[in-house]
């Protein structure tokens, strides 16, 4: 069965240290999404992909980097970990062939702590 | 802008009792929504979404939400709560490109005995 997956499910990290928060999708799918949920925020869109080479900023991408090099996978990389960066970062995906908008499929999230 | 409001974070059900969980979207054309459950633990998973047509839509789990224009609502329905359907409820909206998703604060739904 096609899957979203992500790696690590749990990280702990220090402060000002690189860390990658990968996400592999077997959909085939077009789109990808990263999200970060917080309480009392609920989720907010980091970054998305609509292709291989292309990316795309949202809601709250400071401090935070993509890249597609393939349909598979979307890795998220934060640049100078920050203690505001500790949350559940959830990556999902979507077909994106419609034209419409398309259900987006999630992984099961990243718990990342900052310390 | 785009915006969606769960005006209840948190709700207490009794088991059997029915339940309505409510979402206010802000979107100048026709929205595209979604409501999605999150159990503890879990990633979000689709319940229903409406695009067009009837503005009752069913979805899983005994699931019904309903599109009313005139008060820019999007409810979620289940006329008896299961234990199993406590949970973290997320309604959505579609950006005005129509590929990424605004979401609410989200719904923490209780169930009791």
């Known amino acids: 069965d096609a899957e979203i997956t992500q790696s690590p499910r749990h990280k702990i990290t220090e402060t000002g240290r690189q860390v990658t928060l990968a996400c592999h999708q077997t959909?085939?799918?077009?789109?990808m999404f990263w999200y970060r949920q917080d309480l009392g925020h609920g989720l907010r869109l980091i970054h998305y992909?609509?292709?291989?080479?292309?990316?795309n900023k949202g809601e709250v991408s400071d401090g935070y980097s993509v890249s597609r090099s393939n349909t598979e996978d979307l890795p998220l990389t934060l640049e100078s970990a920050a203690s505001s960066q500790t949350s559940v970062y959830f990556c999902?995906?979507?077909?994106?062939?419609?034209?419409?908008?398309?259900?987006?499929?999630f992984g099961p999230g990243t718990r990342l702590t900052v310390l | 802008a785009q915006s969606v409001t769960q005006p209840d974070i948190h709700i207490t059900v009794s088991e059997g009792a029915s339940l309505e969980l409510r979402c206010n979207y802000s979107?100048?054309?026709?929205?595209?929504l979604f409501w999605y459950v999150q159990s503890p633990g879990q990633g979000l998973q689709l319940l229903l979404k409406?695009?067009?047509?009837?503005?009752l839509v069913q979805g899983i789990k005994g699931f019904e939400a309903e599109f009313k224009r005139s008060q820019s609502s999007f409810n979620l329905r289940k006329p008896s709560v299961h234990w199993s359907d406590a949970a973290e409820y997320f309604c959505?909206?579609?950006?005005?490109?129509?590929?990424?998703?605004?979401f609410g604060k989200g719904t923490t739904l209780s169930v009791s005995s």
């Open positions: 959505a909206v579609a950006n005005q490109a129509g590929t990424a998703l605004i």
């Open positions: 999902a995906s979507s077909d994106g062939t419609s034209g419409f908008p398309d259900t987006q499929y």
């Open positions: 959909w085939n799918h077009n789109n």
């Open positions: 409406y695009f067009s047509g009837d503005t």
């Open positions: 992909s609509y292709g291989v080479q292309d990316t």
């Open positions: 979107y100048g054309a026709t929205p595209y």
